[in-house]
């Protein structure tokens, strides 16, 4: 049976029956999940993403050391069929800012209904990231780790209502990063790589390219009113792609982004390429393995049936080429990989902060290297993936530049 690191050892001993484990990937958030519920319950219900359910079920066999029972099950089971589960003494969620950290959506009103139904003892919610694009995800998060907020006073405290012709907007306030930081660790504990162990400094390295001439042609006939459809078309050509609308078919257009990226495919001997779009995934696909015929190249999108079996070859591989849409961000390791190149961007900050930690490791002192393959800003354009670079390092979704442009 193999033995938890120190600070899991603690979290088992010191923490709370209810709360967040708020660990940054990488950290063993996932065994330690494990360790709490056996060391404190007899059944523990364990909800979990789709494609994680027989990974979490391997751990558990691992890393269970009582008789506690364990039931897991997907995110989608839970949604549908909370009402008719057994009742278990203890609920644990992974990957829980995904559908319970938003009190609208369908999940948290399962989880909270469940929760009530059986008057369950130990509630554990587990994320790298409880706080997403708004401090309701904090709300929501409280309310399922029995948190008695008014909705109202969190609405005072942290939005101004903004009047928006005859509407009236709330807006979240400037300068409340602080004050939801203690709030964060009052109902779970946080915690980083660097907190427990000695991580070497990153690199972190910035391209830009110029649009060709197709490429702008491509823009100009691409332009829609509605800015989501206006960026997201741009956001594809900016990246070789254009996907087809139903009148047209798919455009692959040649550039100097995709040729860049053969060239660090050729100059690494593992890589993990990130794009938010699975066309783009497989013309670089296509791409690599004209120029390198005898790569291994794996594509991991939300089409991978068999992840699990391809997470444990690419460790085991010397040479290969991993190609990740940015939407297939958790639960899975790639840490024998020290460079991660970004082609395009998800809009999503959390999607960003939780694939750039695939390559990291609790007990990796290697340092890893982030690369930005970004379409230059000119004067009479204004570059989409410069734009969401600039949110998400600014720790926003792509949103929030779209709505105040």
């Known amino acids: 049976m193999p033995e938890l690191y120190k600070h899991q050892q603690r979290a088992v001993d010191e923490s709370p029956d209810v709360c967040g484990i708020w660990w940054k990937p990488r950290t063993g958030k996932t065994f330690t999940v494990i360790r709490l519920a056996s060391s404190r319950t007899k059944f523990c219900l364990v909800v979990v993403l789709k494609s994680l359910v027989e ?4 751990h558990i066999i691992d890393w269970n050391n009582s008789d506690c029972q364990f039931k897991v099950i997907s995110k989608e089971t839970f949604r549908r069929d909370w009402d008719k589960l057994y009742s278990y003494e203890a609920i644990a969620i992974d990957e829980s800012h995904i559908g319970f950290h938003n009190f609208k959506a369908q999940l948290h009103k399962a989880a909270i209904s469940y929760i009530k139904k059986h008057n369950i003892k130990y509630i554990w919610l587990a994320t790298a990231t409880p706080y997403t694009s708004s401090s309701w995800s904090i709300y929501s998060a409280g309310k399922l780790l029995g948190r008695n907020w008014s909705w109202y006073d969190w609405k005072k405290r942290f939005f101004n209502d903004i009047r928006m012709g005859h509407r009236v907007i709330p807006v979240q306030k400037k300068g409340i990063e602080d004050e939801l930081a203690i709030i964060i660790n009052k109902i779970g504990s946080t915690l980083s790589l660097s907190d427990i162990s000695e991580q070497a400094e990153d690199e972190y390295i910035k391209e ?7 490429q702008k042609h491509a823009i100009k006939e691409a332009f829609d009113p509605l800015p989501i459809v206006r960026f997201s078309a741009y956001h594809q050509i900016e990246n070789g792609t254009k996907l087809s609308d139903g ?18 495919v050729g100059s690494c001997d593992k890589i993990a390429i990130v794009a938010r779009y699975n066309l783009q995934l497989n013309n670089y696909k296509k791409e690599i393995l004209i120029k390198y015929p005898n790569k291994s190249v794996y594509i991991i999108n939300g ?6 079996e391809i997470i444990k070859q690419i460790e085991k591989d010397e040479e290969c080429v991993v190609l990740l849409n940015s939407m297939c961000s958790a639960g899975y390791s ?11 961007m998800d809009f999503s900050f959390v999607n960003f902060e939780q694939i750039s930690q695939r390559i990291k490791n609790l007990n990796k002192n290697k340092p890893c290297t982030y690369i930005y393959l970004l379409t230059r800003k000119v004067k009479d354009y204004a570059s989409v993936d410069q734009r969401i670079y600039d949110c998400v390092m600014d720790k926003k979704d792509f949103d929030y530049k779209i709505f105040n442009t």
């Open 55 to 58: 990974q979490w079920e391997e």
């Open 247 to 264: 009148y047209n078919e798919d455009r692959i257009f040649k550039c100097e982004k995709t040729d860049r990226l053969i060239e660090l």
């Open 334 to 344: 790639l840490s024998s990989i020290d460079t991660m190149v970004f082609t395009s």
């Open 303 to 308: 089409a991978t049936k068999n992840k699990n």
């Open 208 to 214: 830009y390219f110029d649009l060709n001439a197709e």
